[in-house]
């Protein structure tokens, strides 16, 4: 009865599917109050004066509250969970983040005042009454910008805008390598500014009992554990047992849910100062200059070959865009999510990064799907692909020459990582197979005879997930654990609540992680229930981000599994009479090894309960928590294929083809495994044709603040995804399993990517940076354009 | 934002410009002018109220002029604030020419810079929305200071004509929609009620303030889309 493996139907999308899922918004609470905050309209200005006389008098507001009444109250900044140290040892700067803004305002949308009334539109009229008098001062949104001398800064004690200056790898071993290198390969890129974007914009519910002196905050989080913990001890000072944070159904994150923001400690204190709920719910306009946006870096990357073309060393420097506070987990971002990805799939011995990290007046910048990693596969694919192109050997061959072999695993890198299992020779043959990469110039001919440029682009990719061993990202300077929790509750009739400290917006967990608890315990996945995103009811939680929730998360129901597994022997072994070592666990019953003599596991649960005939020894129920701390990262991999047309009198960019080979280990849903890779290719495709966040560089206004100017992908952009998988398992979880959550928007930028500029390579294009739009496209074949007539 | 464009007023230079200083005549011109008041001879402070379906906001805004050569040119420069819609300011030079005996030819150039709200969803549209309210502007302004005879003979269709074609970035898909939120938007022509004044008036500013405000409006609440 086995159903890992299995495509099973996601047991979730009944409710979704019928619009009976609960969202934040959903909920509503009794006598709650609306809450409209006021957002800077400029860049960056000075805070003269704010009059809220008549915003308060008007109908329905019962309070307006600014930042320097939660700094009387004593509320704290939002803090930071990483810190990171520069090249010299000096930590981070990092300047105070209030809730509100108190005296200055750092970005179009930092929040300055908050309306509560009895309705949102009574809120939101009387916000207009609100008088804030602003003194405009020069805004700097460009990260290259704002490290020059002359650059306004964010912080007046933050000298030249530079949060840190971090750098990772044997710069002499670099040194030396690129001195005797046959071949040097250079390359300028951008890794354009993202906006999240999630389908359920952001909301929050704070509420006070009077009676009990408790809290409640409901929010759209990943991880409702991390947010208790940062606005309990350090905003609001609320003990965690005073303290309850519901992030229930949450549609999609992709890493903006993660962050603790402003507007759940603002609806909490002041449902407390107020004594009733206090509700928010962004408007998809907030979401544009509120949700922690990613990417934006600026880098120069060199890559060093030796005479038959192999890898020497690679020595990037990124200057990476903070935006204008540090959100939950930025410093991370650019650094060990980022530089120690830098070998790829590749055994290059010396390796050498250093990312400025910058503060700039625009939305705090923090993880987004892949966070880091796309930004790491993006410049070290382009730079590959630079290479074959200036060596004139062929792209796929060019990897295969350098790839690290099947059999060199357990791998160390030089840039931290020891990579546990791979095969990228395998994947990279999947994919070009299925694609038909030897076709290609025959397919490049015909499509120029119907007047079209074709390319066709490779990437490989390795990302670092399951995160993260708890003791080695606290020695980089998380200021957390990365382990995760898990109680399996066997109820007296043998049916199980499994609460998982993993969160599930989106990833299908109450189909996944139950197809796995059904597997193991032997009964029907209609016995199991997955229970999250509670902190009253899941014993502890770091959330679901990092492609971590099967391997970290996974494992720890696993181990509760094995708990409840033990426990259970010891109560069957005393009904079978028998040694709890002759016990055997499968498929449901625990059997006198070699006799037909079993208790199944509802018997023994029942007896667990009912505890009549019973251990002398033995506690009753069947109740078990276990915590799994991961001995290492995860490495899934694979290599994708893309193939373009493009038409050089309009610049329209067609995709044609694109096939991935995954790597992610053992797959317990393939159906969900391969939902995931299609909104991760979705968003990879998005941000190398479609998305870009894009500031006034002057005033620093938020341009792109709609969908009016901010392209998503859409249906008709996508081409027919063919996927494949080939699984190396993890070979230190019990599980084998990798992640799958990230990859696509890992790997597809960059093979996309290098299929357009193979497709302009006929024209002399080097590089095209992205979002590769038809205008974009359309100038640079104009200007490449001329001398190609010449010829 | 960059606008130029140019009308052709069949009336003399001299009364254009006069007119262009008649309360009267801007009050009918100037879509939901509330008050226009002179602060000295080269200030005004002016209000004007832009409805759209349940949704009005009241923009406030301080307007100077400079570079005056009655009844030739000038200059004039403003910044206002929409509330929570965000800020504008810009400035805009006017030139009267005279176009043969009894007609003028006025020239404007705008440039103006929008915040907040009004930036996030409206960098696409204030172009071609400002644009279509100056037009409107401009429109009733000499159908106001003309005979009606001659005011067929004159403006909106001639300048249009005369106005430079929108630049090829301009999204043609944008131009409905600023269109109808042109003809949607509710103004409140109010009589202002200062005393007639020498110098000219905010007409032009405030005119593409309020077309964007209008349009801006318009958009959050027809659309339903970028709240």
């Not at chain 1, 980089?476 to 917006?505: D, F, K, Q």
């Not at chain 1, 290719?681 to 998305?691: C, H, K, N, R």
């Not at chain 2, 109808?180 to 032009?204: F, M």
């Amino acid at each position: 009865m086995t159903t890992v493996g299995a495509p099973v139907r996601r047991r979730e999308d009944y409710r979704f599917l019928t619009g009976q899922g609960t969202y934040t918004d959903d909920i509503n609470r009794p006598n709650q109050l609306y809450a409209y905050i006021l957002r800077s309209p400029h860049a960056h200005a000075r805070i003269d004066g704010i009059d809220s006389a008549a915003a308060a008098k008007a109908p329905g507001v019962v309070a307006v509250f600014t930042g320097k009444d939660m700094a009387a109250d004593g509320v704290g900044g939002l803090p930071c969970g990483w810190l990171v140290h520069s090249k010299d040892g000096s930590p981070m700067k990092e300047p105070p983040h209030p809730p509100l803004a108190i005296d200055r305002v750092r970005h179009v949308g930092d929040p300055v005042a908050v309306v509560i009334g009895e309705t949102l539109a009574q809120a939101r009229e009387a916000a207009d009454l609100v008088e804030i008098d602003y003194g405009e001062e020069p805004a700097v949104v460009d990260p290259a910008e704002a490290l020059k001398p002359t650059a306004p800064l964010v912080f007046s004690d933050v000298p030249g805008n530079l949060c840190y200056d971090w750098s990772l790898g044997d710069l002499a071993a670099v040194d030396a390598a690129f001195a005797r290198a046959a071949r040097i390969v250079k390359l300028d890129l951008v890794n354009n500014r993202l906006v999240p974007n999630a389908m359920e914009p952001r909301a929050a519910i704070g509420e006070f009992y009077r009676a009990t002196g408790e809290y409640t905050l409901f929010t759209t989080s990943q991880n409702p554990h991390v947010i208790r913990l940062l606005m309990g001890a350090f905003v609001l000072h609320i003990p965690e047992a005073k303290l309850r944070v519901v992030a229930p159904d949450v549609g999609g994150g992709f890493g903006s849910k993660i962050y603790h923001y402003a507007e759940e400690a603002i609806v909490t204190w002041a449902a407390g100062k107020l004594r009733r709920p206090v509700k928010w719910t962004a408007e998809r306009s907030e979401s544009f200059m509120s949700d922690a946006h990613g990417r934006d870096h600026v880098t120069h990357v060199e890559l060093a070959l030796d005479a038959d073309a192999k890898f020497l060393a690679l020595k990037v420097s990124t200057i990476a865009n903070m935006g204008a506070y540090l959100s939950t987990f930025a410093p991370c971002i650019p650094t060990y999510l980022y530089g120690t990805l830098l070998a790829g799939t590749y055994p290059t011995p010396a390796i050498y990064v250093e990312t400025k990290a910058v503060f700039t007046h625009t939305v705090p910048v923090d993880a987004y799907r892949g966070a880091g990693r796309p930004e790491a596969t993006f410049l070290l694919e382009r730079i590959v692909d630079l290479a074959a192109d200036e060596l004139g050997i062929d792209p796929a061959e060019l990897r295969r020459r350098n790839f690290i072999p099947a059999d060199a695993f357990p791998y160390q890198t030089p840039v931290a990582l020891q990579y546990d299992s791979g095969d990228y020779q395998t994947t990279l043959e999947m994919a070009t197979s299925a694609a038909d990469y030897a076709g290609c110039e025959e397919r490049r001919r015909a499509a120029m005879a119907r007047g079209k440029l074709r390319g066709i682009g490779i990437a490989t990719y390795i990302e670092a997930c399951g995160i993260a061993p708890s003791a080695v990202v606290g020695s980089l300077g998380a200021r957390a654990g990365l382990y995760e929790s898990a109680a399996i509750r066997v109820h007296p009739t043998g049916s199980v609540t499994v609460m998982t400290g993993s969160h599930s917006h989106g990833q299908g967990h109450e189909t996944t992680f139950s197809q796995l608890v059904a597997d193991r315990l032997g009964i029907p996945i209609e016995n199991v229930e997955i229970v999250h995103g509670d902190t009253a009811k899941i014993p502890y939680g770091m959330g679901t981000n990092g492609s971590r929730s099967l391997a970290v998360g996974g494992t720890a129901i696993v181990k509760a599994m094995d708990k409840v597994i033990a426990k259970g022997k010891k109560i069957a072994a005393h009904l079978l009479e028998a040694a709890e070592a002759d016990i055997e666990f499968a498929d449901g019953k625990f059997t006198v090894a070699g006799t037909d003599r079993s208790k199944t596991l509802g018997e023994v649960a029942l007896t667990a309960y009912v505890p009549h005939n019973y251990p002398e020894d033995l506690e009753p129920g069947l109740d078990e928590t276990a915590f799994y701390d991961p001995k290492n990262f995860t490495f899934p991999s694979g290599a994708y294929v893309a193939e373009v047309e493009i038409d050089p009198e309009t610049g329209r960019l067609e995709i044609v083809n694109f096939t991935a080979a995954d790597d992610f280990g053992n797959i317990i849903n393939p159906m969900i495994v391969a939902g995931q890779v299609h909104g991760g290719l979705a968003q990879g495709i998005g941000q190398a044709v479609l998305e870009g966040c894009v500031y006034d560089k002057a005033t620093g206004q938020l341009l792109t603040g709609s969908y009016n100017d901010y392209a998503m992908p859409r249906a008709d952009d996508l081409p027919s995804f063919r996927l494949s998988t080939h699984a190396t398992p993890c070979t230190h979880n019990p599980l084998g399993v990798k992640g799958c959550g990230e990859a696509g928007a890992i790997g597809a930028p960059a093979a996309l990517t290098n299929a357009i500029v193979d497709a302009l390579r006929p024209l002399g294009v080097r590089h095209v940076d992205m979002p590769a739009t038809p205008e974009k496209l359309w100038r640079v074949i104009q200007q490449h354009r001329s001398p190609l007539a010449a010829e | 934002m960059e606008m130029t464009g140019e009308f052709h007023i069949p009336a003399p230079r001299q009364r254009v410009w006069e007119a262009l200083n008649d309360p009267e005549i801007l009050k009918l011109a100037i879509p939901g002018c509330r008050e226009i008041e002179k602060v000295s001879d080269t200030e005004f402070t002016a209000k004007v109220v832009a409805k759209v379906g349940p949704v009005s906001a009241t923009f406030g805004g301080k307007v100077n002029l400079s570079d005056l050569d009655p009844p030739r040119a000038y200059t004039i420069s403003g910044e206002g604030s929409g509330g929570v819609a965000g800020f504008a300011r810009g400035s805009a030079k006017v030139n009267l020419d005279e176009d043969g005996a009894d007609a003028t030819r006025l020239r404007y150039a705008v440039e103006a810079n929008v915040g907040g709200k009004l930036a996030q969803i409206g960098s696409r549209l204030i172009d071609v929305t400002s644009r279509k309210m100056a037009e409107d502007f401009f429109g009733r302004f000499v159908a106001a200071i003309t005979p009606a005879g001659a005011a067929g003979e004159a403006a909106p269709a001639e300048a249009g004509a005369t106005a430079p074609a929108p630049e090829a970035s301009q999204a043609p898909a944008a131009a409905p929609a600023s269109d109808a939120a042109a003809a949607e938007a509710e103004t409140e022509p109010e009589a202002a009620s200062e005393k007639p004044t020498r110098r000219l008036s905010p007409a032009v500013w405030v005119t593409g303030l309020t077309a964007f405000v209008g349009a801006v409006l318009y958009f959050f609440t027809r659309k339903g889309g970028p709240r």
